[in-house]
């Protein structure tokens, strides 16, 4: 009889082991890492779904980190604007409740307010995050609005600041005689005055048409309570025909033989630089002294030999008289505040910025020019702010799928230039102690500011930006809520896939072990055994 060796045999057993031996790494592996298989391969039937899942895990991780950086973004761009908020509230104020005292530098508490905050608004305007500028718009590496001092005093090599466009503007407004570019005289009868412009456009004028001068007072109408006065409202006079350029436009009244009663009055209105209007009133008066804003009705002489009857040519000389006095009052206050709003409109809302054309003195100029960047400070070096591009999409954030945010904002939107523009001219403005229409002057400015600063329906406000800010957020927060659900699904069916059960795995791999020690020991046993042994 034949006796087969246990080599055959044992090579039997030895794959066995080997077999059970990599079950036991296959379980030791898998109780380790907590998943069936390294290898998408090993999922089975389930790895198409598994790698969907964990694309979509991973987009839910892209997104969540994208959401921190944009929130991030909004919370300091939301921060400079509650400062800009409370100083349009705190300069408003100030111009609002402060009085026209001057200091020794010509200006007034208010105004030194508004100085330091205008300072304090361009550093918030120029707020970054990292490397990058949050109201520039797509330049998020450009610092949107030049330094604060070089946009009030220039840059000292020639290039004008705010400051010099506002002098120049008010010299050109007022001009050389204080009368507001205006010229008053006894029109075409003694019983008549008469105020017209300084300046008339000449359509024919060659090679360029000229325009009416932008400067000074500007004739908008009268109106009297006189009776039997007759009044001219704004005309050319005299008139002239084309070709011959057109003569200024003037206004006026004739008392004829009125002689006007206590208490009549005439009013002369007239538009500002600034787009507002003023009406000078003054009424006839016959005390003495005579009452601020009126004139002097002449009594004639009636104890005279003959008796002297009342003169409306006197009266009316003396209401030009009265004229003469409110127009300079008029020009060197209401008119002059209304020039450095002007001036502040050209330099801050123009692209480029309009300054007063010709060189100094500027009582006479009439026209103004487009200014360089050689000749004057441009305030906004951002992406300029477009109707047809708005401020919001200049930064869009993907947040998930089929969401994105907007969060981009520009330093010259209306709201943030209108605001930066008052506080800048408010704290621009500078006058005289020994200006006998100072007080008056500073009251004027004092009230365009604080109307300027006062919300307006229809109008962009700072509010406005931080509710499209609030938005984007509310939206972000929506969507994590719902991508922190989704992700909790897509995890809990990913390890359905995935994941092992470690007390099952725990309980196969002791029972590999028990049957891996038997196979040991009997393989062990079969390769010790020899013919002696088995007899």
Do not use: C
Request: negative net charge; charged residues 15%; glycine residues 8%.
């Amino acid at each position: 009889m034949a006796i087969d060796g246990v080599s055959g045999r044992t090579s039997y057993i030895g794959s066995g082991i080997l077999n059970l031996r990599s079950q036991l790494d296959n379980l030791s592996q898998q109780l380790s890492s907590g998943r069936i298989s390294q290898t998408y391969a090993g999922d089975g039937t389930g790895r198409t779904l598994a790698i969907g899942m964990r694309e979509q895990l991973a987009n839910i991780s892209s997104y969540s980190d994208t959401m921190v950086n944009i929130n991030t973004r909004i919370g300091v761009a939301n921060l400079s604007l509650q400062r800009l908020n409370a100083i349009g509230s705190e300069v408003k104020g100030a111009a609002a409740s402060a009085g026209s005292t001057l200091d020794n530098t010509g200006q007034t508490p208010g105004q030194k307010t508004a100085g330091l905050d205008f300072f304090d608004s361009v550093d918030m305007l120029n707020a970054q995050t990292g490397d990058r500028y949050l109201f520039s718009g797509r330049a998020t590496d450009t610092a949107p609005v030049t330094a604060a001092d070089q946009i009030m005093n220039g840059n000292g090599a020639g290039i004008a600041g705010l400051k010099q466009v506002v002098s120049e503007r008010h010299d050109a407004d007022v001009g050389t005689n204080g009368m507001g570019r205006t010229i008053i005289s006894a029109g075409a009868t003694p019983t008549s005055v008469q105020i017209g412009e300084d300046f008339a456009a000449n359509p024919f004028a060659l090679p360029t048409p000229i325009g009416a001068s932008p400067f000074g007072l500007k004739i908008a109408s009268i109106a009297t309570t006189i009776v039997g006065a007759t009044v001219t409202q704004p005309i050319e006079t005299p008139p002239t025909t084309p070709p011959a350029a057109p003569n200024p436009v003037a206004m006026g009244i004739d008392l004829g033989a009125t002689i006007p009663k206590n208490g009549d009055a005439v009013s002369f209105t007239f538009n500002m630089p600034d787009g507002t209007q003023e009406t000078l009133k003054l009424t006839a008066s016959s005390q003495t002294p005579l009452p601020a804003n009126s004139f002097a009705i002449d009594p004639g002489d009636p104890l005279a030999v003959p008796p002297v009857p009342a003169s409306p040519s006197i009266t009316a000389a003396n209401m030009q008289s009265a004229l003469t006095d409110a127009v300079k009052k008029l020009s060197g206050s209401a008119l002059s505040a209304a020039s450095a709003i002007k001036a502040g409109d050209d330099f801050f809302n123009k692209t480029p910025p309009l300054r007063v054309a010709g060189t100094a003195p500027f009582g006479n100029a009439t026209a103004q020019v487009v200014a360089t960047k050689a000749d004057t400070v441009f305030w906004y070096n951002g992406e300029p702010d477009s109707p047809s591009d708005p401020a919001r999409g200049t930064a869009i954030g993907r947040v998930d799928d089929s969401i994105t945010v907007q969060y981009g904002a520009r330093a010259d939107e209306q709201a943030l230039r209108k605001q930066l523009q008052t506080v800048a001219v408010f704290a621009a403005v500078t006058t005289s102690a020994t200006d006998p229409y100072g007080s008056d002057k500073m009251a004027a400015l004092n009230q365009r500011v604080a109307a300027n600063l006062a919300t307006e329906p229809g109008q962009q406000s700072i509010q406005n930006i931080q509710a499209d800010l609030a938005g984007s957020q509310a939206a972000m927060k929506a969507t994590k809520d719902r991508q922190t659900q989704t992700k909790a699904l897509a995890q809990t069916m990913l390890d359905s896939i995935e994941g092992v059960n470690n007390d099952e795995v725990a309980t196969k791999l002791l029972a590999l072990q028990t049957s891996l020690q038997a196979s040991y020991q009997v393989t062990s046993q079969l390769y010790q055994m020899s013919l002696v042994k088995f007899l």
